[in-house]
């Protein structure tokens, strides 16, 4: 309903990772500049880390993205919960290889052949595992033999692995230095500093149909980036209700004081934010009250009942407006009945 209202075509802030709202920082860049550097040059192994909510997985969608439009061949696991059998299975349906047998060596030799094929027909193909931190040490190691596929001078498969830092850590074991050495790239996506998260709300504001893109105050930015510590899924969040808030309310631009009720409203004040939001995005760590990831009951309990008092708000403001609506009419037949009666006599 606030679209029309702030004058947009679509909600600037879905936190599904559509890359068409990646927006571009310096370390942003950086990191869509290690990944396409390495698949160009067949590295092999390339890294991906950031905290939860930083943008890894809209980066990885960027990331296939361009591998489309270059004819890469491409396959993208996003659910690495998945035993051995069923890990090959979805990569092989994903690349394409038709394979009727299900053992692993046969797999493997058929892989191996379509590698060969693509490579002398100067082609790539990139496997991308999303939330990698979840991978067993047994999955990984798997992974690291497939970069066994190579000739004497490239290798056949390019793989990118993107994950929490909890990923790095696994990969400091002792059991997988072998992967670890073989890790030629790291890339990571870090949190905003307070200007970066103006320019990325009035990005996201134009890229949705805005004229004015300031449609946030100075100071209601100042306070998002206060309350999400520059991490761009929770800013998504506060973005969105403060909309809502706002056009329930009638007032644009956004006010600050909508943002500290809608991050109140998620309990995002009980942390103190400065206290968590260094100028510079560097090693945060996402406190457990708002780990949108993580199972915690007072949190989805808060965001049930403000989701509740958003939809109450809409409702009233559906019902004043249909009021107004239905009083504007009646004033209306109204006054044709008086200058209908006028005119006759």
């Known amino acids: 309903?606030?679209?029309?209202?702030?004058?947009?075509?679509?909600?600037?802030?879905?936190?599904?990772p559509d890359p068409r709202y990646l927006y571009l920082t310096p370390h942003t860049q950086e990191a869509l500049a290690c990944l396409t550097y390495g698949i160009e040059t067949r590295k092999g192994f390339i890294l991906l880390t950031g905290e939860?909510?930083?943008?890894?997985?809209?980066?990885?969608?960027?990331?296939?993205?361009?591998?489309?439009?270059?004819?890469?061949?491409?396959?993208?696991?996003?659910?690495?919960?998945?035993s051995v059998s069923q890990f090959f299975d979805f990569m092989m349906a994903d690349f394409g290889i038709p394979c009727e047998s299900r053992q692993k060596g046969q797999m493997l030799l058929k892989l191996n052949q379509w590698l060969l094929d693509r490579y002398e027909n100067g082609e790539r193909a990139?496997?991308?595992?999303?939330?990698?931190?979840?991978?067993?040490?047994?999955?990984?190691?798997?992974?690291?033999?497939?970069?066994?596929?190579?000739?004497s001078t490239e290798k056949l498969l390019q793989i990118v692995l993107a994950g929490q830092p909890e990923l790095e850590t696994k990969l400091n074991q002792p059991q997988l230095r072998q992967l670890r050495q073989r890790i030629t790239l790291r890339a990571k996506t870090r949190q905003l500093t307070i200007?970066?998260?103006?320019?990325?709300?009035?990005?996201?504001?134009?890229?949705?149909g805005a004229?004015?893109?300031?449609?946030?105050?100075?100071?209601?930015?100042?306070?998002?980036?206060?309350?999400?510590?520059?991490?761009?899924?929770?800013?998504?969040?506060?973005?969105?209700?403060?909309?809502?808030?706002?056009?329930?309310?009638?007032?644009?631009?956004?006010?600050?004081e909508i943002v500290e009720e809608v991050a109140r409203d998620f309990d995002l004040h009980?942390?103190?934010?400065?206290?968590?939001?260094?100028?510079?995005a560097t090693g945060l760590t996402i406190p457990s009250?708002?780990?949108?990831?993580?199972?915690?009951?007072?949190?989805?309990?808060?965001?049930?009942?403000?989701?509740?008092?958003?939809?109450?708000?809409?409702?009233q403001a559906e019902a004043n407006a249909a009021a107004r609506a239905q009083s504007q009419i009646e004033s209306q037949i109204e006054s044709q009945i008086e200058s209908d009666t006028e005119h006759k006599t």
């Open 52 to 82: 939860v909510g930083t943008g890894k997985t809209t980066l990885i969608n960027k990331l296939l993205e361009w591998l489309h439009k270059e004819r890469v061949y491409t396959a993208f696991v996003f659910n690495p919960r998945l």
């Open 126 to 151: 990139v496997l991308v595992v999303d939330e990698a931190q979840n991978l067993s040490p047994q999955m990984l190691e798997e992974i690291r033999l497939l970069t066994n596929l190579e000739t």
């Open 211 to 256: 004229e004015n893109p300031d449609i946030f105050s100075p100071e209601a930015v100042a306070m998002v980036h206060r309350y999400s510590r520059g991490i761009p899924r929770v800013t998504n969040l506060l973005c969105e209700h403060a909309l809502v808030s706002s056009f329930v309310d009638q007032k644009n631009p956004v006010p600050p």
């Open 289 to 315: 009250s708002i780990d949108t990831n993580g199972d915690n009951p007072p949190l989805i309990e808060s965001l049930l009942q403000a989701l509740n008092t958003l939809v109450d708000r809409l409702n």
């Open 270 to 280: 009980i942390i103190d934010p400065l206290a968590q939001a260094p100028a510079q």
């Open 195 to 208: 200007e970066e998260t103006q320019g990325y709300i009035q990005e996201r504001m134009r890229i949705a």
């Open 1 to 16: 309903m606030y679209k029309k209202f702030f004058g947009l075509r679509e909600s600037p802030f879905n936190v599904n």
